[in-house]
């Protein structure tokens, strides 16, 4: 079966860190280049995170920017994303999304080939 599966999320402080993991079963994710999508409740789907296929471009929406990183590894055919310095407003699921264009793009959530299941994250004291 081809699939996504994210892991890492749960519950963390204000200012503490996660680190999130997107593993692909069945296919491989060198061809792919990796979006973190994140969804609050009552919210739209929002691009967070893109990273190329190669590794070497990757991008970040403006209120991450500086504080999460992502970051791939294709020998063991999974994408990160590590968060720092979490906020409240960081608090959504997050889902990796595979798309078969090779360079970091943000695009339409229905123009991506594969999708991972979700991941709840939740800052809070």
């Known amino acids: 079966q081809l699939q996504l599966v994210e892991s890492g999320g749960g519950l963390v402080q204000p200012g503490g860190s996660l680190g999130l993991s997107c593993t692909a079963s069945?296919?491989?994710?060198?061809?792919?280049?990796i979006s973190w999508f994140r969804q609050a409740p009552g919210k739209e789907r929002e691009g967070a995170s893109c990273?190329?296929?190669?590794?070497?471009?990757?991008k970040y929406t403006d209120s991450v920017q500086g504080r999460f990183t992502i970051s791939r590894d294709n020998a063991k055919n999974t994408v990160y994303l590590q968060m720092n310095s979490l906020k409240p407003e960081d608090s959504a699921v997050y889902y990796c999304?595979?798309?078969?264009?090779?360079?970091?793009?943000?695009?339409?959530?229905?123009?991506?080939?594969?999708w991972g299941q979700g991941t709840q994250v939740t800052v809070s004291s």
């Open positions: 999304a595979a798309h078969s264009f090779r360079l970091c793009v943000f695009v339409q959530p229905e123009n991506y080939d594969y």
């Open positions: 990273i190329s296929a190669s590794g070497a471009t990757t």
């Open positions: 069945g296919f491989t994710l060198d061809n792919y280049s």
